[in-house]
């Protein structure tokens, strides 16, 4: 199986940065669709973005224009930077591979993809 492993997560306030990094044990990660999932208290885990093999990234509306996504293949590394942090960001937050070769695959749900890292906690105070 994939392992993903997460770093970057802590305690910020309102305004502040983080950025999570996931590295990703596949031979192959260059191939991979990566995807940022975030999930609070009592809450489904929700899509927050994703990067695909070609580098074209998606995001939810509420982190577009704060959020970045970008994958370094040769580290099989994905990177989330985060800026202008709200306390409404506040979950853990969770990076998932897709491996699936199939072109074109949707990427927004969690049934989506088949490995997930184990969660990192982002907590950002008012």
């Known amino acids: 199986q994939v392992q993903l492993v997460e770093s970057g997560g802590g305690l910020v306030q309102a305004g502040g940065s983080l950025r999570l990094s996931c590295t990703a044990s596949?031979?192959?990660?260059?191939?991979?669709?990566m995807g940022w999932f975030r999930q609070a208290p009592r809450k489904e885990r929700a899509f927050v973005g994703a990067?695909?093999?070609?580098?074209?990234?998606h995001y939810t509306d509420s982190v577009k224009g704060r959020f970045t996504i970008s994958r370094d293949n040769a580290k099989n590394t994905v990177y989330l930077q985060m800026n202008s942090l709200k306390p409404e960001d506040t979950a853990v937050y969770y990076c998932?591979?897709?491996?699936?070769?199939?072109?074109?695959?949707?990427?927004?749900?969690?049934?989506?993809?088949?490995?997930w890292g184990q969660g990192t906690q982002v907590t950002v105070s008012s």
């Open positions: 998932a591979a897709e491996t699936s070769p199939r072109v074109g695959a949707a990427l927004g749900t969690v049934d989506d993809y088949d490995y």
């Open positions: 596949g031979r192959t990660f260059s191939s991979y669709n």
């Open positions: 990067i695909r093999r070609s580098g074209m990234t």
